[in-house]
C-alpha cells in the first residue's frame, strides 16, 4: 500500500526553483485540494475584483505575526446548499444516503505553514473524534460542532479549547467547489492494483489500472468510509473496515496526487481554464474576514516551489470506544497525541524526560507470544533501557505503572505505545521504577511521529512497494485500504 511519506528536513530541501503565479496557485491548490489557490487569485491582475466575490466571515481567531507560524483549519463542509436540483450531478452531491438536511464538516484539517523553515504540516481529524464541544458542556463528534449554530466558530472553540492548537485563519471548501477544482486540472491519476468501490459515497473503480478520478469520482474517493475492494486471490469483495481512519489515510494521499498532478499541468492552462480554476475557488469558498491580500501573497510565496513528498503529514492516535448511548467513535490518546499537538502550538517545550534516562520492563499480559520481546527490541531502538520481560494474566488495556518521581518518565513510556495506555502510580514499585504492561489492546511500539517501531524484517503485499525496516528504523504505519503503486515502466498520467 502506498502509505503518507514523511517530508524531509528543511535543511535537506532541495533549492526551490522559481515558478509563475499560475504554478503557484495550482501546486497551492494540491496542498489543501483548494486552500492556496488562493495565492493565485492575489498575483492577477483583477484578483482584488475576484478576491472580493470569495464568501468572507467575522471569526474570532488567534493572532499571529506575518512572520510566524501560521496555523489554517480547512473544513470540506457537506453542505448543499450551492447544488441546485436540476445540476446534472446533484446526486452524486448527495451520495446514496440522499438529502439528510443540515450539514456536517466531511473534512477537517489542521495546516501548518513555517515561513522560516518553509515546512508545511497537516493534521487530519478524524470527524468521528469524541471531544467537548465548546460552549455546550457535552461531549460529541467534532463534526457537529460545525452543525450547530455559529458553528464554523463553535468548531474553532472545540479544537482550540481542546488541543490548545491556535487557529489563524478559516478556509472552507464545499462539494461543488472540490469537484469544479478537480475537474478545472483535468482529474487527477492514480493507479488502483484492485477495484474498489462504496454505494454511499459513489465511489466505482471496475477494474485495475491507471484511472483518471473526475471531479464526481475524486469527491467519491474522498469521501470514502465503507470502502470495499476486490481481493485478487479470491475475486471477491471484502470491506476495508477502518472507517473515516482509513478515509483519513486515503485523503492525504489524494491531496499529494493532487500536488503532483498540478504541478505537471501548471503550464498547458489557457486562460479559459485559468478562469475556471478561478471560479471553482471563488464561488464555493468561504474565509474568514482577516484573510486578506497580503495573506494570499505570502502563500503564493510559500508554495512557489513544492510537491507532494515535502508534506508533513499527522494522524491523531485514537481507539475504538463505545458512548454510553451507544455510539461507536473514537476516543483520542492524548498522551501520544500531545508531541503533534505541541508541534501545532509551536512549544518549544519537549517532555521533560529523554528515553536515554529511563528505564523499564514490559510485562505481557497481552495473551499474544513474543509481545513484550517485540517490545523490548522497539523501546531499545528508540533509547529506552529495558531492565526485562516477564509474563502476566490477560489484562484488557496497556498500563504503565510507575513509582514516587516516575510521572514523567511514565508519561513518555505512554507516548510511544500506539493507541495510548493508562499511566498510573503503583505503591508497590520502587522510586522511579517504571513498568510496561501489555493489555489485550496493545497494537505496536511508535515513534515521536506516530510511526509503528518493529524489531522484524517486514514486507508488504506485492505490487504496493516493498518496506524492510530493522529495529532501528520505523515505517510508515497506513491505516486502511489504499490505491497501489503502479508497476515497473507503468507511469500513470
Known amino acids: 500500500m502506498e502509505p503518507p511519506s514523511s517530508a524531509p528536513s528543511p535543511a535537506t530541501r532541495a533549492p526551490r526553483r522559481r515558478r509563475s503565479w499560475l504554478q503557484r496557485t495550482i501546486l497551492g491548490l494540491g496542498v489543501v485540494v483548494v486552500l492556496a489557490i488562493l495565492a493565485g487569485i492575489a498575483a492577477v491582475g483583477y484578483g482584488y475584483f475576484r478576491f472580493n466575490q470569495i464568501n468572507k466571515e467575522k471569526l474570532s481567531l488567534s493572532k499571529a505575526g506575518a512572520s510566524e507560524p501560521q496555523n489554517y483549519l480547512i473544513v470540506g463542509s457537506d453542505s448543499r446548499s450551492s447544488v441546485e436540483k436540476g445540476d446534472p450531478n446533484y446526486k452524486a452531491f448527495l451520495g446514496a444516503g440522499g438529502d439528510q438536511g443540515g450539514q456536517r464538516s466531511d473534512t477537517i484539517i489542521i495546516m501548518r505553514v513555517d515561513p522560516k523553515t518553509h515546512a508545511v504540516d497537516m493534521l487530519s481529524l478524524p470527524r468521528d473524534l469524541w471531544v467537548p464541544i465548546a460552549g455546550t458542556g457535552e461531549s460529541q463528534r467534532i463534526n ?21 492548537i491556535p487557529i489563524n485563519h478559516y478556509v472552507e471548501v464545499d462539494f461543488k467547489g472540490f469537484q469544479g477544482v478537480v475537474d478545472a486540472i483535468g482529474g487527477v491519476p492514480m493507479y488502483f492494483d484492485e477495484p474498489m468501490r462504496d454505494a454511499n459515497s459513489g465511489l466505482n473503480i471496475t477494474s485495475p489500472g491507471c484511472v483518471t478520478l473526475d ?23 471484502k470491506s476495508d473496515g477502518t472507517g473515516d481512519l482509513g478515509r483519513v489515510t486515503r485523503q492525504q494521499i489524494f491531496i499529494r496526487k493532487v500536488i503532483d498532478r498540478s504541478a505537471s499541468k501548471a503550464t498547458s492552462l489557457d486562460l479559459a481554464g485559468t478562469n475556471d480554476l478561478l471560479d471553482a475557488a471563488v464561488k464555493n469558498l468561504t474565509v474568514d474576514n482577516g484573510f486578506g491580500l497580503d495573506t494570499m501573497l505570502a502563500l503564493g ?26 455510539a461507536m467513535v473514537l476516543r ?11 508541534l501545532f502550538k509551536g512549544a518549544d517545550a519537549v517532555p521533560q524526560a529523554k528515553p536515554s534516562e529511563v528505564t523499564l520492563s514490559v510485562r505481557n499480559s497481552s495473551g499474544v507470544n513474543g509481545a513484550a520481546a517485540k517490545a523490548q527490541v522497539a523501546l531499545q531502538s528508540l533509547g529506552f533501557t529495558v531492565s526485562g520481560t516477564d509474563t502476566g494474566a490477560v489484562t484488557s488495556r496497556t498500563v504503565v505503572h510507575f513509582g514516587s518521581g516516575g510521572q514523567d518518565q511514565a508519561n513518555l513510556v505512554a507516548r510511544h505505545v500506539k493507541g495510548g495506555a493508562d499511566v498510573t502510580e503503583d505503591a508497590s514499585l520502587a522510586a522511579g521504577q517504571i513498568q510496561l504492561v501489555l493489555g489485550k489492546d496493545y497494537v505496536s511500539v511508535i515513534d515521536d511521529n506516530g510511526k509503528t517501531v518493529t524489531g522484524v524484517t517486514t514486507s508488504t503485499a506485492a505490487g504496493k512497494g516493498t518496506t524492510t525496516t530493522t529495529a532501528s528504523n520505523t515505517i510508515t504505519d497506513p491505516i486502511g485500504e489504499t490505491p ?10
Open 484 to 493: 497501489g503503486v503502479p508497476p515497473d515502466g507503468v507511469t500513470c498520467g
Open 332 to 342: 483520542l490518546d492524548t498522551a501520544g497525541a500531545q508531541p503533534i499537538f505541541d
Open 215 to 237: 471531479g464526481e469520482q475524486a469527491l467519491a474517493f474522498a469521501r470514502s468510509r465503507e470502502l470495499q475492494f476486490k481481493d485478487p486471490k479470491t475475486n471477491k469483495w
Open 144 to 164: 457537529t460542532a460545525y452543525s450547530l449554530k455559529n458553528g464554523r466558530q463553535t468548531l474553532i472553540d472545540t479544537i482550540q479549547q481542546d488541543f490548545g
Open 301 to 326: 510565496k510559500e508554495f512557489r516551489s513544492f510537491t507532494g513528498d515535502q508534506m508533513v503529514t499527522h494522524t491523531l492516535p485514537t481507539s475504538p470506544f463505545t458512548t454510553n448511548g451507544g
